[in-house]
């Protein structure tokens, strides 16, 4: 509470209040594209930051939204959030504004639309990424038991503290690359039609991989089991990893020769997998919605649609390294030099990206696995039994929300192409 109070600026009338994350250089874009769009529009806004973790981030709006407070006008929501504030009530309807849907993702629209209403429209998109050092391995690790060897290897001859680091603190991060390890062994957390599948042997396997990269290979170091995504990115960054999983963010950290000490020297990469599996990239990103109680809502929309624009996404593209969630990009060479990789391969990878569950449940959902998974993480509990009380729960969860079914929980595929496999 304490901390609510220092951090808000306090009401403004005369100003529409945005908050957002700033993590990389998030903040420094917003604030250059926010300014520009008061000069142009002569509306005052003010950017109320949010912290950069997810779960935090959703613990804030939630008490925000409940409370009924009529600011923030604009919303940063995470992908996975808008069945659940949609459903209740908190989030305006953008379709009376008339956005050009057709000029985004499909998938990502489909993502932000709720009972065939639209409440967010796509900001950018992130995918998880394997980054791994050039001048230490010949290749990325294309299986994880190459992964494993590889990295021992280069532990075993050097005095490089860390091997593969990844998002192991309990929070929304660790469920994003538990969903790509669990795709890379062929399991998922449910199965197409919604049934609860994350206590197969396959995802047995996925989690007992983890946990033994912790505890037995020692190619994970035990420090991962609190550090989010900037923690992996500072170790990577200063040179102390072989290998990490982070979204696109950190790419143009890592490129500043002023501040990384492996630019140059690093390459980025699909996640590896199984036999059984394939490689799976977690779709992750940002939509912007309007509260629904904003007492100015047409300007909270303008800058929705302002920020949204292709010029404005582009930028940050450049700026930030997020991926635009407009597909027309992608053709644009402006958008290859900004990222610094081929856009039409990424926009390939986009296409395959594996959601996280749609579901109004799903920061329950979550806030289940995230205790199982990081029990066995740190051996209190081994991943077999982990993943049985996991799957008990959020069976009786989906049974006891009504929303076992596959249709209920949007677990139904977009019409057309799209982000979702
Ligand atoms: C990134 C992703 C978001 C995900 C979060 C987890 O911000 O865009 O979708 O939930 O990371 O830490």
């Known amino acids: 509470m304490l901390w609510l109070a220092a951090c808000s600026p306090g009401p403004d ?34 950017l109320q930051p949010a912290p950069d973790s997810a779960d935090e981030r959703h613990q804030l709006y939630v008490q925000w ?31 009376a504004f008339a956005p050009r849907v057709a000029e985004f993702f499909p998938a990502a629209i489909a993502a932000n639309s709720w009972d065939g209403t639209l409440f967010a429209l796509p900001w950018f998109i992130d995918t998880g990424m394997l980054y791994w050092r050039t001048d230490l391995l010949d290749a990325a690790p294309r299986s994880f038991a190459d992964l494993t060897s590889a990295t021992g290897a280069i532990l075993g001859q050097s005095d490089l503290p860390y091997g593969f680091v990844w998002q192991g603190a309990r929070y929304e991060g660790l469920m994003t690359v538990f ?57 990577f960054q200063n040179g102390q990893a072989v290998l990490m999983r982070n979204w696109p963010y950190a790419k143009t950290l890592l490129d500043d020769p002023g501040s990384s000490k492996v630019a140059g020297r690093f390459g980025v990469a699909r996640m590896p997998s199984t036999p059984e599996g394939r490689p799976t990239a977690a779709l992750g990103g940002a939509q912007l919605a309007v509260n629904a109680r904003s007492r100015r809502p047409e300007a909270a929309y303008a800058l929705v649609a302002f920020l949204t624009a292709p010029e404005q996404m582009l930028e940050r593209a450049r700026v930030v390294g997020q991926f635009p969630s407009r597909p027309g990009l992608y053709d644009r060479p402006e958008l290859s030099e900004a990222i610094g990789l081929p856009a039409a391969e990424v926009r390939d990878i986009l296409q395959s990206a594996r959601p996280r569950p749609v579901t109004p449940v799903y920061t329950e959902l979550s806030g289940i696995l995230q205790v199982h998974v990081h029990r066995a993480l740190t051996r209190q509990t081994e991943p077999r039994a982990a993943l049985e009380s996991a799957a008990a729960e959020i069976r009786r969860l989906l049974a006891r929300s009504g929303l076992d079914r596959a249709e209920s929980i949007g677990l139904r595929k977009p019409a057309t192409a799209g982000l979702y496999p």
């Open 13 to 46: 009338a005369g100003a529409i209040i945005i908050s957002g994350s700033g993590l990389g250089r998030e903040a420094d874009v917003l604030r250059t594209q926010i300014a520009r769009f008061s000069q142009a529009r002569g509306i005052r806004v003010e």
């Open 65 to 95: 939204l409940n409370a009924r407070a009529a600011t923030p006008d604009v919303l940063q929501i995470d992908v996975i959030w808008t069945p659940e504030f949609a459903a209740a009530g908190w989030l305006l309807p953008l379709d």
């Open 179 to 235: 969903v790509e390890i669990l795709g890379g062994f062929g399991a998922s957390i449910l199965d197409e039609r919604g049934r609860v599948t994350v206590d197969s042997e396959r995802a047995v396997n996925a989690l007992t991989f983890m946990r033994d990269a912790i505890h037995e290979h020692r190619t994970t170091p035990a420090a991962v089991l609190t550090w989010q995504e900037e923690d992996t990115r500072f170790a």
